[in-house]
């Protein structure tokens, strides 16, 4: 797969959006493994823009595996600066399963309860409301009506 091409302005950005990150995986003595790759790759899918620092003294070698990754995963290289080589490479979108039928869930609430006094600390209470219950503005929790069919509409003579 080829490597991503960008503009330098394009590069630019990226390191500057790179500056503060931390390396993400590490090239130690074994140098660029299967499993090293695989890392990479997963990184690149999970954050995009990522740092590598590699654990070698020699120039070439890093430039060589720089180039290697950056072909290798289609990435972009961005950045090759001493031991650490960042890359980039846009996030895949994720398929989401839709279901129709599906209704939504529970979901956890915190209600605060002011005293009648004004000087006391209001009450915190955690409520968990069921996908066919609303919460009203007092804090009580209503269940949802099910909707009514009109006798007349639903009636055809």
């Known amino acids: 797969m080829p490597q991503i091409?960008?503009?330098p302005t394009q590069r630019r950005e990226h390191r500057a959006d790179a500056h503060h990150l931390d390396p993400v995986v590490m090239i130690g003595g074994d140098g660029l493994t299967p499993g090293v790759q695989k890392e990479i790759d997963a990184a690149l899918n999970a954050h995009g823009l990522i740092k590598v620092r590699v654990f070698g003294d020699d120039r070439a070698a890093r430039e060589e595996m720089y180039q290697q990754l950056a072909d290798t995963l289609n990435a972009a290289p961005i950045q090759h600066i001493g031991k650490l080589l960042v890359l980039w490479r846009p996030i895949p979108?994720?398929?989401?399963?839709?279901?129709?039928d599906r209704m939504p869930g529970p979901r956890d609430?915190?209600?605060l309860k002011f005293s009648k006094r004004?000087?006391?600390k209001p009450e915190v209470k955690q409520i968990r409301?069921?996908?066919?219950?609303?919460?009203t503005a007092g804090g009580q929790i209503k269940r949802a009506k099910p909707k009514m069919k009109s006798v007349k509409k639903?009636?055809?003579d």
């Open 93 to 100: 979108e994720k398929e989401k399963a839709h279901d129709d």
């Open 109 to 111: 609430v915190k209600v």
């Open 154 to 156: 639903g009636h055809n």
């Open 129 to 135: 409301v069921l996908g066919n219950q609303r919460l």
């Open 5 to 7: 091409q960008l503009t």
């Open 118 to 120: 004004g000087g006391q």
